[in-house]
T-cell receptor, first 114, second 111 residues
Framework: SAVISQKPSRDICQRGTSLTIQCQVD?????MFWYRQQPGQSLTLIAT?????????ESGFVIDKFPISRPNLTFSTLTVSNMSPEDSSIYLC???????????FGPGTRLTVL | RKEVEQDPGPFNVPEGATVAFNCTYS??????FFWYRQDCRKEPKLLMS???SGNEDGRFTAQLNRASQYISLLIRDSKLSDSATYLC????????????FGAGTRLFVKA
């Protein structure tokens, strides 16, 4: 299995600022993803983080707002840019285990934008 | 029609009860199926994979009906600790890799 850590675990930010969330996996994984989850709602995929190339974004999400990096197989960052209160959510990093093909999740980053 | 549909619940059951959750998916070419569990304010965690032949893990039984595009999860002898949201997850590989999460079914087990 893959163990995923994220930081920060939570943050409170002012509108107009940006926050970068880091995700570290303890083993090499095939794919890494970033999700958003509003309270009481299901997961929404933001993008697939591709190693060494631009992320693949889902409909409704753009690189300028959510720039993503994945410099190697075990690390990725998601930046939430020019934040507004509507960006308040839990952001979850996820990775697919190379061996079992199972998808695991990090503990999430709880973001509140004032 | 949503790609993965679940009854949102909530299901309120007493300890010891048997409860069943259902899930339907729209893409007949879907390849892999899973049930995840998500506790309040926690990340989703894999509960079990779902195989065509059906599979059991202790008090939990998962079944897949490809003809009806239907997945189920049965929990026997419910415990208080089973209270959580259960997410139905479907993986598609046609046209590229894609994982689709259902909105989840909430379960409350009461003493």
């Amino acid at each position: 299995s893959a163990v995923i850590s994220q930081k920060p675990s939570r943050d409170i930010c002012q509108r107009g600022t940006s926050l970068t969330i880091q995700c570290q996996v303890d083993s090499q994984v095939t794919m890494m993803f970033w999700y958003r989850q509003q309270p009481g709602q299901s997961l929404t995929l933001i993008a697939t983080a591709n190693q060494g190339s631009e992320a693949t974004y889902e409909s409704g999400f753009v690189i300028d707002k959510f720039p993503i990096s994945r410099p190697n197989l075990t690390f990725s960052t998601l930046t939430v840019s020019n934040m507004s209160p509507e960006d308040s959510s839990i952001y979850l990093c996820s990775a697919q285990d190379r061996v079992s093909d199972t998808q695991y999740f990090g503990p999430g980053t709880r973001l509140t934008v004032l | 029609r949503k790609e993965v549909e679940q009854d949102p619940g909530p299901f309120n059951v007493p300890e010891g009860a048997t409860v069943a959750f259902n899930c339907t998916y729209s893409n007949s070419a879907s390849q892999s199926f899973f049930w995840y569990r998500q506790d309040c304010r926690k990340e989703p965690k894999l509960l079990m994979s779902v195989y065509s032949s059906g599979n059991e893990d202790g008090r939990f039984t998962a079944q897949l009906n490809r003809a009806s595009q239907y997945i189920s999860l049965l929990i026997r002898d419910s415990k208080l600790s089973d209270s959580a949201t259960y997410l139905c997850v479907v993986k598609e590989t046609t046209g590229g890799f894609k994982t689709i999460f259902g909105a989840g079914t909430r379960l409350f087990v009461k003493a």
